[in-house]
């Protein structure tokens, strides 16, 4: 009979500097889910998002290519855009003192600087990042050296086969007070079902839930009423859920934000004329709902002091061991 495996000490949970060296181990060298292609059409379309504390932009160059930098000026540390998404005209243009950027990232003009001797503007080129697009959805990674998107994704790719295509879109966010590792755990254990989401468990049955780990991906496969792509949950380390319901496929991004909040952002992709969208979207904010509930207490109870390490199941909690193991082995790197 396998034995109970020890939890990660609860300080991972709230300790402001494990969370400075997450940012720095995990969150600057994984792909992360930056926005849709579809909001990046025409050459000067950007889009923009703060991840892991690292304010970042995607923007398409008069070439067709999508660049990605830090949203962050080599000047004072100027903004270079100001929303989530939008276009600029020809080049990007510091928000601050108004320096000028090629969507390459060159330096193309310090505007007003005045001059400066040995000053090199082609030494100030924007800080690159590396990105890549997956079935319409645009990730990057701040490690420029990283393997590539599709190495991580490829058992996803595989189990989710040919879809239809699915242009019209919901986007929404949740904050959540909690660790973003509470949320992924619950994310990854099959065992809180029945306690948690009573609804779900009833129509999925509860006794047949099964996570395994392919590469870095955690599946699960609810027993199907309608066929693979109908019922298909996947879990994408560090922080990325991609689920099909009904039809309906939803990305939830789990962003960082502190120690202890995290936000939830959430993109379903259907078809325009689905009436079962609205569905899908329901079920999902309740079971969002249900989760945030338990983890923020799960949270407060953490940071409570009298609980220091528990246990995992070796039947039940596979999954949620195997991200320990992962969290500690990329804190050790
Ligand atoms: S900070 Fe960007 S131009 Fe000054
Ligand atoms: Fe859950």
Not at 92 to 97: A, D, G, I, V, Y
Request: proline residues 6%; negative net charge.
């Amino acid at each position: 009979m396998p034995a109970p495996i020890v939890t990660a000490s609860v300080e991972l949970y709230r300790d402001p500097a494990v969370f400075e060296h997450e940012r720095t181990a995990i969150f600057a060298r994984t792909w992360q889910f930056m926005g849709l292609e579809a909001d990046l059409i025409r050459a000067g379309d950007y889009i923009a998002e703060v991840i892991a504390g690292y304010p970042l932009l995607v923007v398409r160059d008069q070439a067709g290519r999508l660049n990605g930098f830090h949203n962050v000026c080599r000047h004072r540390a100027g903004p270079l855009v100001g929303e989530a998404k939008g276009r600029c005209d020809h080049e990007l243009t510091c928000r601050f003192h108004g320096w000028r950027y090629g969507f390459d990232g060159q330096l193309k003009a310090a505007t007003g600087f005045g001059p400066a001797e040995g000053f090199d503007p082609a030494a100030f080129g924007l800080f690159p990042l590396r990105v890549e697009t997956w079935r319409g959805f645009v990730f990057v990674n701040l490690d420029l050296e990283a393997a590539p998107l599709i190495d991580l994704l490829r058992p996803l790719d595989e189990k989710l086969g040919a879809q239809p295509r699915r242009p019209a879109r919901v986007r929404d966010r949740h904050p959540i007070a909690c660790n973003w590792k509470v949320f992924v755990e619950n994310c990854l254990d099959g065992y809180h079902q029945e306690g948690v989401h009573p609804v779900l468990a009833a129509e999925t049955g509860a006794q047949q839930l099964d996570v395994r780990m392919v590469g870095e991906i955690a599946l699960y496969e609810a027993p199907s009423r309608g066929g693979a792509a109908e019922s298909l949950w996947a879990w994408v380390w560090p922080n990325l859920v991609v689920s099909v319901y009904r039809g309906v496929l939803l990305l939830e991004h789990l962003r960082p934000i502190g120690p202890d909040k995290t936000l939830m952002d959430h993109v379903f992709l259907h078809q325009p004329e689905d009436p079962g969208v609205e569905a899908a979207i329901l079920h999902s904010e309740r079971i969002t709902e249900e989760d945030s509930w338990v983890s923020e207490r799960v949270q407060q109870n953490l940071d409570a002091g009298v609980y220091h390490q528990g246990l995992l199941s070796p039947t039940q909690e596979g999954a949620v061991a195997w991200f320990q193991d992962r969290v500690a082995q990329a804190l050790a790197q």
